[in-house]
């Protein structure tokens, strides 16, 4: 059974702060998916990572995947407001139809 | 429409009582995904299916939950005789094909008293 470990499980933080998102597994992972989620809302997808080592940058957020493809992490600089949600990741691997397995998820709090 | 769309959006339901939850896909994806999330927790899968079959229904948590998808489009998530542990959102999602991305529903948002 594959799993995902994640956190902090939550976060509050000042505008303009800088936080990091963690998620890791023992679990080698085909890739690895960041999403947000707004309440009464599913999940949209922020970026998928693939190849071990892999960083991403979407604005304000950079996104890394492990050398072995194990573990994750999501940097957000200088926090606002807007950032507020529920992040989560979400590996998948051992399936050939892309079932997710998804990690507990951070609730973000910014405060203004 | 654009996106996935789940009906109803809120359901509360007697304990003991059967509940049927629908999920329109986006129109022409083959692959649809049926979740589960907790609250405070992150969605845990249940079922997929590509078109009409039904090719892994591992994550059902008891012979009380059944899914189908008789035309390869919408598809029905039935849970019969309701129990509180029942009580979470049930998320959709569909994608246009394996390993692709998978776009999310709002949810249904189950009570069970």
């Known amino acids: 059974t594959q799993l995902l470990e994640q956190s902090p499980q939550f976060l509050s933080i000042q505008e303009g702060e800088n936080l990091t998102v963690y998620c890791n597994s023992s679990?080698?992972?085909?890739?690895l998916q960041w999403y947000r989620q707004e309440p009464g809302e599913g999940p949209v997808l922020l970026v998928t990572?693939?190849?071990?080592?892999e960083v991403k940058k979407l604005k304000r957020l950079t996104f890394q995947f492990g050398d072995a493809r194990k573990d994750s992490s999501l940097h957000i600089t200088a926090a606002q407001p807007g950032d507020t949600g529920l992040y989560l990741c979400a590996g998948e691997g051992g399936t050939s139809y892309g079932k997710l397995t998804f990690g507990q998820g951070t609730i973000l709090t910014v405060h203004p | 429409g654009a996106g996935v769309s789940q009906s109803p959006r809120y359901k509360v339901a007697k304990r003991g009582q059967d509940v049927a939850l629908r999920c329109d896909p986006i129109s022409g994806h083959v692959s649809l995904f049926w979740y589960q999330q907790a609250l405070g927790q992150g969605p845990e899968f249940l079922t997929y299916?590509?078109?009409?079959?039904?090719?892994?229904k591992s994550g059902l948590p008891s012979d009380r939950f059944f899914a189908e998808r008789p035309e390869g489009s919408v598809s029905t998530l039935k849970i019969q005789r309701t129990q509180q542990e029942d009580s979470a959102v049930y998320l959709c999602?569909?994608?246009?094909?394996?390993?692709?991305?998978?776009?999310f529903g709002p949810g249904t948002r189950l009570t069970v008293l």
């Open positions: 990572v693939v190849t071990g080592g």
């Open positions: 679990s080698v992972f085909s890739s």
């Open positions: 999602a569909s994608s246009s094909g394996a390993l692709d991305t998978q776009y």
């Open positions: 299916f590509q078109n009409e079959a039904q090719l892994d």
